[in-house]
């Protein structure tokens, strides 16, 4: 049964559309008698047959305003198929705990979206720093002058660049492992609440 969720203020619920239509009766019937105790035998009965059925239109109206306002048998009562009335007991406790498993998959699939979004630019961001900071330590450890023009030998700087690299590529492996991990964490936990939702609804059927 699909309905639109967390709507505010929320509708109030009845257990069933016969429900709804005894307090419409209850309603009904208090209003007319306190209108029959107004007039007393005192109106002619014209008057009285007018006053009556404007107090029934007023009703009328205030029902069909209320029943925007109303979920009976845990439907919508304005957008409730006369046909299908009451046609199943609604689990209102049920309802919410699936209801509360939808709410809690989206909000993992918005998690590992912004995962798969942010972490790389992160890994890149974490890259990016220790390479500068790298660079900055070697200026330091040459501490050369302005006119030095003093240049690695050519074994010293490949050396010197494998171990950069390596270290990098060790770095960015961990990162990557790390990521791959938490996605994978959160793709078993939304498949289980995927699993218990499923299995949920099969009940209600």
Known sequence: MEQQREEYPPRVSVESMQDWRQIKSNVSEFAMS??????????????????????QN??????????KNIRANGHNLDELDPSKEDDEPFDEALDKKIWALHTERITRDLDLAKKRRTRPREIEGMLSDMLRQRRVAAEKDHDLDED???VPEDNALDERAL???????????????????????????????QAVEKDLRSRKK
């Not at 306190?34 to 107090?55: F, P, Q, V, Y």
């Not at 007023?58 to 029943?67: K, M, Q, T, V």
């Not at 492996?173 to 936990?189: I, N, T, Y």
């Open 163 to 193: 171990k950069e690299a390596a270290k990098v590529v060790s770095k960015s492996s961990a990162l990557a492992e790390e990521l791959d991990k938490a996605v994978g964490k959160d793709r078993e936990r939304l498949q289980r609440v």
């Open 148 to 150: 030095d023009d003093w």
């Open 34 to 55: 306190l209108l029959e105790s107004r007039l007393g035998g005192e109106a002619d009965e014209k008057t009285a047959r007018e006053m009556r059925a404007a107090i």
């Open 58 to 67: 007023f009703l009328d109206g205030s029902y069909s305003l209320a029943e």
